[in-house]
């Protein structure tokens, strides 16, 4: 009975974590329109147009289902610009294990599409980063969460 309780209450747990930043440094906005492969899509030609590289995108519900599982669409892009990623890992050289930046774009069980990102801040406290690094920082926030933003809402 209680195992019952615990595991139907777990859902109503997560609501609250998600569409904001978290203390595990996620970033989540919902999008209001389109299925994960077009906001994906719109994601990487926002990307595009704003010179930023796509180093790889990745079909995570096409790998599970090469392995016989079954997972809601979810897709990971693999993006940035090594002139402002460079410069923070000489800042702090372990940066790298964080960069490229990635956007995850998934769809829950509800069917809504959800676009998740690292917050850069969270980033830069994990590293230790800060003056004049810290600047980039900011920057990088404002423009991931223009991106996000203008994926999740066409």
């Excluded at 299925?35 to 899509?41: L, T």
């Excluded at 790998?63 to 460079?86: D, R, S, W």
């Excluded at 956007?103 to 998740?116: H, R």
């Excluded at 004049?132 to 404002?142: D, H, L, R």
């Amino acid at each position: 009975m209680r195992k019952g309780l615990i595991s139907s209450l777990f859902p109503l747990l997560l609501v609250p974590l998600i569409g904001c930043s978290t203390n595990n440094g996620l970033i989540s906005i919902e999008s209001s329109q389109g299925s994960v492969e077009e906001v994906a899509n719109r994601f990487e030609s926002i990307l595009n147009k704003k010179g930023l590289k796509l180093f790889n995108r990745i079909n995570h519900a096409d790998g599970a289902k090469a392995a016989n599982l079954k997972l809601n669409p979810t897709e990971l892009l693999l993006f940035g610009n090594p002139k402002v990623g460079t410069p923070l890992m000489q800042c702090q050289q372990t940066t790298g294990i964080d960069l490229p930046q990635k956007a995850l774009i998934w769809e829950n069980y509800k069917g809504q599409v959800w676009i998740t990102y690292t917050d850069p801040q969270y980033l830069a406290n994990r590293h230790g980063i800060s003056e004049p690094c810290a600047e980039v920082i900011t920057k990088v926030g404002k423009a991931l969460n223009a991106i996000a933003n203008a994926a999740a809402v066409p």
